[in-house]
């Protein structure tokens, strides 16, 4: 029996013996709606620091492990550190990633910062992938920027299921790509590449679903019920991976790491890869000067401003590495 049968079979047996219970249980999604800016931990941060990193921290990052940790230096003045407590050694183990990862919290950063009418001054520190200290940066007060609409951030999100075969429009392809054509390439669905592309990431996806090691590495990040959910702020819920309802409920309250283990979720994970890569309107390839600490920062920046420019134009887009 696989994962989907398991899901609708029990289903309907839970909905019928089980609906005194239902009222006392897990039964609405922990989404990022439920995360707001205010905190009830004491800071000596201001209240634009406090925003300003809570948009920053809405960044992408494999297994949403947000690998990312601020040294406060002195007001407006801070150093982005690597969080080696987040690093995912079965799956990313030169920690590529997670420097890609950082470079879109960087994006945030600065996109944020114009929010609130700061420019950013940056220094990098890191000199490989496994350094601690990664960016030094400054705040500076300057009433002449454009104020970024910060909504695009609040909103982005990876949209896993039902994403439609459409080609896109060339004004959008135009728009996306930026002026970057040397980093930031289009592959349409009638090319040979996009079929290539297609067969070699279900060929990926499959052989890291088998891997005992990454499976772990993965359930390890995955949380379950929504106390894990609100307690750790991290990771994968089912709202983030479109469980939802009766689905979502069994999930939550009946699934653990265990699960993950089973040949039924890592055939469905396959399974769902195949979906995905069937039904895009087309493939955007992000690449990078070289493997330089510098560089991946760049891309990652890159990738991040290509997530948060989709929504407006009502693109769904799922990030695949």
């Given at each position: ?5 398991f899901?609708?079979?029990?289903g ?6 089980g609906?005194t219970?239902y009222?006392f ?5 922990f ?10 931990v ?10 300003i990193?809570y948009?920053s921290?809405?960044?992408?990052s494999g ?6 940790l601020?040294?406060?230096?002195e007001?407006?003045?801070?150093i ?9 050694p079965a ?7 997670t ?18 009418g700061y ?6 520190m ?8 990664v960016?030094?940066?400054k705040?500076i007060?300057s009433g002449?920027?454009?104020?970024y ?5 609040l909103q ?7 994403i439609l ?18 980093y930031?390439h289009?592959i349409?669905r009638?090319?040979k590449?996009?079929?290539?592309l ?5 060929e ?5 679903s ?8 993965l359930a390890?990040w995955?949380r ?5 959910a ?6 994968l ?11 979502g409920w069994?999930?939550?309250n009946f ?5 993950v ?10 399974h769902q890869v ?8 087309g493939w955007?390839l992000?690449t990078s000067?070289?493997?330089?600490v ?11 401003r290509?997530?948060?420019?989709v ?6 887009i799922?990030?695949m590495?």
């Open positions: 029996m696989n994962r989907k049968e899901l609708g079979l029990t309907g047996t839970i909905i019928i013996a609906a219970y009222g249980s897990d039964k609405s999604n989404v990022r709606a439920d995360i707001g800016s205010d905190s009830q004491k800071t000596q941060l201001t209240a634009d620091e406090q925003h990193l948009l921290s809405l960044a992408p297994h949403n492990t947000q690998p990312w601020i040294k406060y230096i007001p407006l003045h801070w982005i550190c690597n969080d080696k407590r987040k690093w995912l799956v990313d183990p030169m920690q590529r990633e420097i890609l990862s950082i470079g879109a919290f960087i994006q945030n950063l600065e996109y944020a910062a114009h929010n609130r420019r950013c001054e940056f220094s990098l890191a000199n490989t992938n496994q350094d601690e200290k960016m030094d940066v705040l007060r002449n920027l454009f104020r609409n910060s909504t695009s951030i982005r999100r990876t949209v896993r299921s039902n075969s459409e080609g896109l429009k060339a004004d959008d392809v135009h728009l996306l790509i930026d002026n970057e054509p040397d930031v289009f349409q009638t090319a590449a996009y079929h290539y297609n067969e070699q990431t279900i990926a996806n499959r052989i890291q088998y891997r005992n090691a990454a499976q772990k590495e390890n995955i379950f019920s929504n106390t894990d609100e307690t750790y702020r991290d990771g819920t089912t709202g983030s991976m479109e469980i939802e309802g009766i689905s069994i999930v939550r699934y653990g790491k265990s699960n283990m089973g040949k039924s979720f890592r055939d469905q994970n396959i195949e979906k995905q890569v069937a039904s895009s309107g955007f992000l000067k070289d493997a330089s510098a560089s991946l920062i760049e891309t990652g920046r890159r990738m991040q290509l997530f948060l420019k929504r407006d134009k009502n693109i769904a799922h990030p590495t």
